[in-house]
């Protein structure tokens, strides 16, 4: 029995400092992921669904980078409609690129006169998710360039909504539509 035990332990030791070792060597030289990213970005949004109105206008971006593979970040972008997400961005941060997938949940506000959909324009703020891939070039001054392109989805809730002027049903639910930008931003 004790043999047993001391054969395991001096099997896991050196399979601990072999790995060690073997990781030692095989390591590229790279300080680490900057922690933090603030960007400004331009931002394409048609959210789909019974508003057909889309729009172009400037946000802000920021992230925190847990790992190189694993990011919390968040958006706020303005004009019509205003746009917040907060979620996860998991990919592969290198030295020079970064490739990502997200997915993150969020809310959407319609501001007066974006919508002649009645139901909308009485609850103009509605969940959205914010799913797609995000590319990232970095320099090595603490610079990036990034493009994000995806699909919104909108929960504009159950139901449908017949227009009295044009007769046309709008079914209400969580179709998909438009969500890209590109900006720029420094990390550190």
Known sequence: MRT????????????????KEARGQIVIQYPGTPRYELGAQFTAVAPGGPVDAG??????????????????????????????FLGPRIGYTSRDLGVYVKAR??????????????????????????????LARYFE???YVRCDVGRIFVNYGGGSYTDPVTRQTYHLG??????????????W
């Open 4 to 19: 047993g035990i001391r054969v395991t332990a001096v099997v896991c030791l050196f399979l601990v400092c072999a790995g």
């Open 55 to 84: 729009n172009l206008g400037p946000g802000l971006h920021f992230g925190y980078n847990y790992n190189e593979f694993l990011a919390l970040e968040s958006d706020l972008n303005g004009y019509h409609p205003v746009t917040f």
């Open 105 to 134: 949940p969020g809310l959407i506000h319609f501001t007066s006169g974006e919508s002649s959909i009645a139901p909308i324009e009485k609850n103009p703020t509605h969940f959205a998710l914010d799913t797609g891939v995000v």
């Open 141 to 143: 001054s603490g610079f």
């Open 174 to 187: 969580t179709p998909g539509g438009f969500l890209g930008s590109i900006g720029i931003g420094a990390r």
